[in-house]
C-alpha cells in the first residue's frame, strides 16, 4: 500500500508538472491574443495632388482642341501636348493667337472649376495650367469624398474602425483590434476605378519597343488577377459607375473564384452595342490602369451581367467586389504614415 501511494503521488507530482509546464505556453498565446485585440493602429493618408492635376490637364487638352476646332472660323493646330505640368497647344499660324487665346478664355470662364491659367509664352503658343489655389480646393473636395467612399468600404468593421478628415486635407483610419491589416489598407489606399477598353492587337516586338498606335495605352496586369499586359485603347467605353452589383462566386463550369456583375440600365444598353459591334474583338476589364482580364467578344451580350475571371482567391474577389460596391475614390491617396500603439 506505501508503494502504491508513493507511485500515486509520484504521478500526480508529475501530471502537475507537466501542467505547470504546458500553462506559461497556453497562457503566452492567450496574452499574444490578447494584445492583438487590444492594438489601436492609425493610417494618415494624403491626397495625390499630381494625379488631380494631370487628370484636369487631359481634360483640358481635349477640351481646348476641341474649342479651336469649333470656334467660327477654326483655328487649325500643329499639335496639343502635356509637358511640365501645363496643357500646350501649337497653332498652325501663329496670325491666330490672339484669336485663339480669346477663345481659350471663354472656355477657362465657363469652365471656372478646371481653374486654368492660360497663357501665351510665344507667338503661335498657348499654355494652359491648373493653379494652385484650385488644386487645393479640388484636393479638399477629393478628400471630404474619398473619406465617404472609405467609410462604406469599411462598413464591415463595425465601430472597431473610424474615418476621419484633418488638416491639410489627410485621411487618418483608426483601426482597434483588427487582424487582417493588409487588407484593411487594400481597402482603404485601392482607387477602385474599373474601366472597359477595346483591346488593339499589337505584335510582341512592337509592344517591346513602345511603338504603339495612336490614342492606345499599354496597360500592364493587375497583381490580384491579371496575366498579360495589354495594349488598349486609351477611350473608356464604360466604368464602375454603371454597376449596379457586384458579388464573388464560382465559374460553374471550372469552379474558378470569379468576380458577377450587373449593370445598371444605361450600361447595359452601352455594353449591348459594343459587343455588338466589336463581336470578335477582345474587351479588356481594368481596374486602376491595371488589367484584370481581357476576354474575346463572342457574341453580343444584352443582359447587362457578366464575370471577371482571373487568377482570384476568395478574398482577392471579395475584396474587390466591396471596392466596386462601395465606388471608385475621388482621387488617388498614398499612406504616408502608420502607427500602432496598446491600448489600456
Partial sequence: MRLLAIAA????????????????????????????????????????????????????????????????????????????????????????????????????????????????????????RVNDQQLEALAGEAASQNAEIVRRRLASFGDRVSVEVTERNHIRVNASAVDDMNRLRTLVGETGLLTFHLVREVAPKDMSAGALPINTILAPPHPIAGDNAEVVERRVRLTGDELARAHPSTDPQTGEFVLSFQLNSEGARRFC?????????????????????????NEAICGGSGQISGNFTAESATTLAILLRAGALAAPMKLIEESAEQQP
Fill in 273 to 297: 452595342r459594343i459587343t455588338r459591334d466589336h463581336t470578335g474583338e477582345r474587351f479588356a476589364i481594368l481596374l486602376d490602369g491595371q488589367v484584370l482580364t481581357a476576354p474575346r467578344i
Fill in 9 to 128: 503521488m509520484t504521478l500526480l507530482l508529475g501530471l502537475a508538472g507537466a501542467a505547470f509546464i504546458v500553462w506559461p505556453s497556453v497562457s503566452s498565446q492567450f496574452t499574444a491574443a490578447a494584445a492583438q485585440h487590444r492594438l489601436r493602429t492609425q493610417l494618415v493618408f494624403e491626397i495625390d495632388r499630381e494625379a488631380i492635376r494631370s487628370e484636369r490637364l487631359e481634360a483640358a487638352r481635349e477640351r481646348l482642341a476641341t474649342v479651336m476646332r469649333v470656334v467660327s472660323p477654326a483655328i487649325p493646330i500643329e499639335s496639343a501636348s502635356i509637358a511640365e505640368g501645363a496643357v500646350r497647344l501649337e497653332l498652325a499660324d501663329s496670325n491666330d493667337t490672339q484669336r485663339a487665346l480669346s477663345a481659350a478664355g471663354r472656355y477657362g470662364a465657363e469652365n471656372g472649376a478646371l481653374g486654368l491659367d492660360i497663357a501665351s509664352p510665344a507667338p503661335g503658343v498657348l499654355e494652359a
